[in-house]
């Protein structure tokens, strides 16, 4: 029976306890039968409602262990074998308690279970967001077939309004895509022809073909859904701290519920159902529900919530680690930078000097050639035809283009002649900037200059800057030159440069950085997963290789810097919230233990073992409502005027 049942059938039982408990004093109301009739009750709700409490404690006995189920059993089996004794020697019976306790713990635990579904739904839905079929092309023809159908290679068509199937790569045509479910972008994303699309993501506007890459359970959504939920049933280190304690904590509550029967009873005179209520509230008000809850629960919502943003935290270890980085470490390319070149700067007529560059680099496959191409492309620019193409060892390419010869290389292209002062002076100013310059000319005279370099991501300098303003020191290693290294640091903000480092030597530079603090590396290349594994931090880009992904301890979807300010901060507010879930636990039974052993009696302040069950299932219901109001919190700072 399920905690939903249990607490149904709990409560239709004792309400006709609670019946007599209200109207007796009243107007002197007894259940027909009364003290066997509760007994009859009672003994219902102990065999069906509390018997799961009862057998777990007992199974912990017998392995020689204690834990909250353990002074749940303890504390209701005591009030119902007492009432059992008063009731045959015709004293004041307590069988109501037994039943309510286990009434109000119920209660607690099924609100616990209702918020904790609320916090892993989300995750959950996603997967329910997945289409049903797909339109799938086969021998020149297309079909529409279950999902289960598709495999790896199937060129499929989707329409606007529909769910791409599953993960692959555009073949033909463009659209702008939805990918919110998955990445957390809230724009639409543009895709054209070569561009990877993810499956279950939703088409906006035009019809394209894309041929399936990855399906079933290798695709995005089915990994990100894994992940989370290893991750919410992780445990943080911290966790480990809570267990030792609970197991002193059980055996300490049921020794001060002894003392206090025996201070009662002994001490200070009271009769037995008095000292036994007293040491019932104590075990009662100090089962450690509230403990148990404080960490499984914020770990559950901040791994939820970072998923709807893309950020996907691997286990409750991560979130420890990330409390208190002190260095992000960064690769360059492809992590801070875009991974390819592109045309930064044109000098001279901008059409005129970019469509004879793209003429003449129409047949390379060189990464210079295509950054020329890509931008003529998107300028709408038509690239003319070259003829007599001839390449020229270490200097460049040249060739006629409508009837004139022109070329596209280095300084030495232009051989004795010189360049102009205007264009001497740029090509000086961006190399020093460390972009790759080649000069484009026509007759044996320069008629511009394109600058090329692998440009940093427009969203890398203002990451740098957010991770500065919450005190962390940044730092990038790279095999690329030193000048190069620097003009990028410049750029983007980077506080250390590490240049000239070979792959093999990256986690060494690290071990070496980590002798000042703990250190967060960001990557996203093979050559990146020994630095993502020895880092205290690894961050994973997610466009990056799997064996980065699988080195990370946190992967970035979105592949945007931006996301490792907003991972930084979930973890640490997770963390944070654990931590303040546990202290608010403790003080709660530091606080309850003694109310409830009844040391404040004498002010009027006393706590019956109702109460203390109640009291304690609310306190469970208050951990969970703090984890859940992570998905609340701010995790970027305020703009200020």
Known sequence: MNVKNRFIFSLIVSLPMLLEMILRPLFGFELPGHAWTMFLLTTAVMAIAAWPFIRTAWAAFKNHNANMDTLIA????????????????????????????????????LFEELMKGRASSAIEKLLGLQAKDAEVLRDGKLFRVPLAEVVVGDILRVKPGQKIAVDGVITEGSSTIDEAMVTGESMPVTKKTGDAVIGSTINKSGTFMFRATKIGNDTLL????????????????????????SNIFVPAVLIIAILTFVVWFVLLGADAATAMLFAVAVVIIACPCALGLATPTALMVGTGRGAKLGILIKSGEVLEAANDIQTVVFDKTGTITLGKPVVTDIIGDEKTVLALAAALEHSSEHPLAAAILEKAAALGIKVAEAKNFKAVEGKGVMATVAKKSAFIGNAKMLGTTKLDAKLEHEMERLQREAK????????????????????????????????????????MITGDNERVAQAIAEIVGIDEVIADVLPSDKADHVKSLQQHGKVAFVGDGINDAPALAVADLGIAMGSGTDIAIESGGIVLVKNNLQDVVQALA????????????????????????????????GLGLTLSPELAGLAMAFSSISVVISSLLLNKTRLTPRRTA
Do not use: C
Not at 222 to 244: E, F, G, L, W, Y
Not at 440 to 464: C, F, M, R
């Open 74 to 109: 303890i504390g209701t089996s005591t009030a119902y074998l007492y009432s059992i004794y008063a009731m045959l020697v015709h004293q004041p019976v307590f069988f109501e308690v037994a039943s309510f306790v286990i009434t109000f713990i119920l209660l607690g635990q």
């Open 222 to 245: 089915a990994q990100i859904v894994d992940m989370v939920k290893r991750a919410q049933v992780s445990r943080a280190p911290i966790q480990k701290t809570v267990d030792k304690i």
């Open 436 to 475: 790759t310059v080649v000069i484009v000319g026509e007759s044996n005279k320069a008629l511009g200059l394109i600058a090329i370099q692998d440009a940093p991501k427009t969203t890398s300098a203002v990451a740098i800057t957010a991770l500065k303003k919450r005190g962390l020191r940044t730092v």
């Open 570 to 601: 979930l973890s640490q507010k997770t963390f944070g919230r654990i931590k303040l879930n546990l202290f608010w636990a403790f003080i709660y039974n530091i606080l309850g233990i003694p109310i409830a052993a009844g040391v404040f009696v």
